[in-house]
């Protein structure tokens, strides 16, 4: 079919998306970035023709973002976007024209290519099995490999199902609506880089080496990860703040995929947040109590009821008619207020983990790494984010501020209680 007769879809936006557009700032956007390192450098007319070939597949990634009179939506590209070379730094913002004319970005670096997604489009879940099945056409064309569409590669000559696109939050709202959380807590400070440069710090470690510790406290990888971030945040806090009683709540904020919760194959946004931390003004903690704390608040939070009753609120925001009716101009401004009073400030950092990547077998042998890196915060410096492949773990911490205190004592910690970690970094 010519293209140029395909009627092109449009979708509102999911109801996590909502906030994205309107949080945008002249210097930060919502990014993340899964990349794929290969075997062999990286052939961009190859690439182009993998996404040539994928992006109808998948007419809720390969988007922009349009505003209406009341409401933000997505609408199909009309064909896919350009494949370009990586910049001179990962996540780079996306301007509000830069959404108006494509929300996501593919990228190619000697072996390494990354696909750089606007939240507004789709969460890890989905960027992740996006990103596989660009890499899988880009495989199959670049080495003639015969890679099946299965570990949520997904085949490019099928029609997307309606399931991929719907906004699950609405289907799966409920009748309570869970108290916003306390926004007290320790905020990571430090001297902006003047040229808004974003630090990526990388820590590689062995993947069974940090199971087994996590084992032997009795928690899963990514408890044990928040615990040794949660110690990290004292440690730090602890030296800015000597006097105890002066000191705030340090929270970890952890994405949770809600497809695990309630099932689905949406391709859209469908990930709530659950914050675990600790007061500092209780005492200290060891590794082993945070540990603990952390694995019992997850088990606490991370239940469908529970997960419903933090999302409510927003559904039930999006369908107020009073609401429905407000001007886009008036809704950017109350929700960029919203944004800012409670979007980042209910917790110190994010760390998400996508957990251990599984790819078919016929692919796995051209794939050096799968890495996620979110973006930092708007109104702090750092975030975490967390991916497994091939019996190594990639630790991504990134920051926009010259000095790297996190990255030093959380890497450091991990040296102290023997793990074998190595760094690398775009420092300048």
């Known amino acids: 079919m010519d293209p140029s007769q395909h009627k092109l879809r449009w979708m509102r936006l999911d109801n996590a998306a909502l906030i994205f557009p309107a ?10 970035r899964i990349s794929f390192t290969f075997s062999d450098p990286v052939d961009p007319a190859r690439l182009q023709q993998a996404l040539d070939a994928v992006a109808p597949r ?16 997505l609408e199909e590209l009309p064909r896919p976007p350009l494949v370009a070379p990586d910049g001179w730094q990962p996540l780079r913002p996306m301007t509000r024209g830069d959404i108006r004319k494509c929300a996501v970005r593919v990228l190619y670096y000697r072996n390494r290519m990354a696909v750089e997604f ?18 899988a056409e880009y495989l199959r064309r670049h080495c003639g490999v015969s890679i099946p569409c299965t570990c949520g590669v997904r085949d490019p000559a099928q029609p997307p199902p309606a399931a991929e696109l719907v906004d699950s939050f609405r289907a799966h709202a409920g009748p309570v609506a869970a108290p916003r959380d306390d926004r007290n807590v320790y905020r990571l400070r430090g001297d902006p ?5 974003l630090h990526v710090t990388l820590g590689i470690l062995d993947s069974e080496a940090l199971r087994s510790r996590a084992k032997a406290l009795g928690v899963t990888l990514t408890a044990y990860l928040t615990a040794l971030l949660l110690h990290s945040l004292l440690e730090i806090q602890a030296q800015d703040m000597p006097r105890r009683k002066r000191r705030k709540p340090v929270k970890v904020q952890i994405p949770v995929n809600l497809r695990r919760l309630y099932g689905g194959e949406t391709m859209r946004n469908f990930v709530a947040v659950a914050n675990v931390g600790v007061d500092p003004r ?22 469908a009821k529970n997960m419903s009753a933090i999302f409510t609120p927003n559904v039930n925001s999006e369908r107020n008619p009073l609401i429905k009716i407000i001007p886009l101009c008036v809704k950017n401004l109350i929700l960029r207020i919203v944004f800012d009073r409670v979007g980042e400030s209910v917790a110190t950092v994010c760390l998400s983990n996508l957990g251990e990547v599984t790819l078919p077998e016929e692919m796995a042998p051209y794939v050096r790494r799968v890495e996620l890196v979110l973006g930092s915060q708007a109104s702090a410096p750092y975030n975490v984010s967390v991916t497994s492949w091939q019996g190594r773990t990639f630790v991504n911490v990134v920051r926009n501020t010259r000095r790297a205190r996190l990255e030093e004592q959380l890497f450091t910690q991990l040296v102290r209680l023997g793990c074998r970690v190595s760094v690398e970094s775009n420092e300048k």
């Open 193 to 197: 880089e003047p040229d808004r440069f």
């Open 23 to 32: 949080s945008l700032r002249r210097h930060w956007s919502n990014l993340f």
């Open 118 to 135: 606007f939240h507004s489009v789709t969460d890890g879940t989905g960027g992740m099995i996006f990103a596989k099945s660009l890499a």
């Open 58 to 73: 998948f007419p809720s990634v390969c988007v922009r973002v349009r505003g209406g009179a009341f409401w933000y939506y």
């Open 282 to 303: 209780m005492g200290d903690y060891t590794l082993a109590e945070l540990a603990q704390i952390v694995h019992h608040q997850m088990q606490l939070a991370i239940t």
